[in-house]
Every structure is written in C-alpha cells, then in structure tokens.
C-alpha cells in the first residue's frame, strides 16, 4: 500500500466537488482552515457550478479530479462535500497516476466510493471532515486532519464504553467508511474485501429496516466472519419510517445482532461520522485498535516517508 508523502507548509491543496453542487463561499471556513496551517489553496473549476443538485455533468467532475490527480504541484486533493454523484466519476476516471506520484485525497461519506477504489489501486486515503462546514467541526476533527496531511502519528479515542462493546486488540489495516455507499459497492470493481482487515462503518439518515437490509448484505457476503477489528462511527439520525411501528432494534443492536459471537474486538459509538466530531482515520494504512471497559483508541504510526516536495 502507498502512503502518500506528507504535506509541507506551501503545498498546495486542491478542493474539488464530486457530488453536490458547493459555492467557494461556502468553502470560506475549509480554506481559511487549510491556509491557516500554511497551505495554499487552489479551488477546482466545478465549484460554483450546478446540474441540478450536482457540481455539473458528470464529464465535468470527472475532468475536475482527474485535473487535479495529473496536476503535479497539487500536493493533496480535498473533496468539497458529499451528498451524491461520486459513484458516477469511476468509469471515466484514472487513478492510475496516483501510483506514480501518490498525493492525499480526503473526504468522507459519499467520497467512500473514491476511498474503496484507490484501496483496491492500493494507495491509502483519509476518511476525513471536509471543507463545507468546517467551522462546525471540533478541535480533534481540525487537529486530527491536520497531523495526518503532516504525516505526524497520531490516535483517536471515545472515553466512554457502549453496551455493544467487545473488549481486545488487534492490528490491521483500516478499511470502510459509510455503510450505504460501500453497500451500494458490492459487486463492482470498487467493492472492499476486508477480511483480515478493521473494518470501520458510519451512516446517516437511514430508515433502520433499510439499514438492517444493507448490513445483512455484508453479513451474508462473509465480511464479519474473518476481520481483524470492527469499529463503528457515528449512525446519526437512523430512523423508523413510522414511529407507531418501529422496527425494533437501535442501529447498534443491528450491527451486534449481525456479527453475532466473533472474538475479534468491537467499539461502537466511535468519534468518527457526520457528527460535530468526525476525526480522521487513515484507510489503507496499518492501525492498533485497543477496546476496554474504559473506551477504545484507533492509533496510527507516522510512517517514514518524504515530504510532498520529494525532498
């Protein structure tokens, strides 16, 4: 797996719309983030464009990624916002000069369909805040972001146990991101084999039967039965469709139901997600996932690598 080299003050880092529609205003917070650690920021040319809900056609998104992965003086690509229309990028897009000369590309939620194929290219990505509503974001969301560009070794912790919580440790590299997209994954060339592998979920806005639907996909298709670690984010706002007729089961109690008796290590409510709290985790790199009474931490060695500038 490549690790891309970290960042350095002057960089330059690219933000760039897949999904929805975004105006550089409401990306004021992100770059005054990114500027504030020393970075520049170049926008991508779909921002301040709208096809319907999205950041133009999907020709145009694509030609926007692929701009910044073949630009050389961008240092790191930083995803815009989610919503929807990433999925629609991977036929025309070509991750392959990224095997050449690896750079960052962070995001999350809808950016999980990029984060499952540059896994499977075998280049590591951040599962990270993205600029759209920075400000909103809590200091270990900004901080944890900032360590992993700066390739400084880091970990995030929840200090608190949940009923679902099982106890252990294990080592292994991390994989995963929302539930929905990589279910939505399963049976193309973008699909994730993690076994071996912690599996990191997190969700948003989902009808709780829908959600038992999807992870009893993954149940069904082996992903529980041979994994190093499960860590599972924020599941924010899941929902029944009628509350005089609830499905039952709490989104946690789903996912516990479905891994059933395994003996690997398990944290739920981990502070990762669409929450105010969404700390970046480094997929396609090796992490130690430590579960007690007491909470869990996810920790990530700085790898020895170069600077973004190869020197």
Known sequence: M??????????????VPTARAITAEELQAGMELIESWGLRVQLGAGVGRKAFQQAGTAAERTADLQAAINDPGVRAIWCARGGYGTVHLLDGLDLSPLLQDPKWIAGFSDVTVLHNALHRLGVASLHAQMPFHADRKSDGTRETLRKA?????????KETAVSGDRPGTCEGVLVGGNLSV????????ADLAPTGKILFLEDLDEL???????????????????LAGLV????????????????????????????GDVEYPV????????GRDNQTLV??????LSVTPEGATLSFDGPERPDASGA
């Open 2 to 15: 490549l690790i891309p080299p970290s960042l350095r003050p002057g960089d330059t880092v690219a933000i």
């Open 149 to 157: 560009l700066f390739g400084e070794a880091y970990s995030v912790s």
């Open 182 to 189: 990589l279910y939505s994954l399963r049976g193309t060339p």
């Open 208 to 226: 709780l039967y829908h959600m038992d639907r999807m992870v009893q996909n993954l149940r069904l298709g082996g992903w529980f039965s041979g």
């Open 232 to 259: 599972v984010g924020g599941m924010t706002d899941m929902h029944d469709k009628d509350p005089n007729d609830p499905f039952g089961r709490t989104a946690e109690a789903i996912i516990s139901e479905a891994i």
């Open 267 to 274: 944290c739920f409510g981990f502070p990762t997600g669409h």
């Open 283 to 288: 997929l396609g790199a090796k992490a130690k």
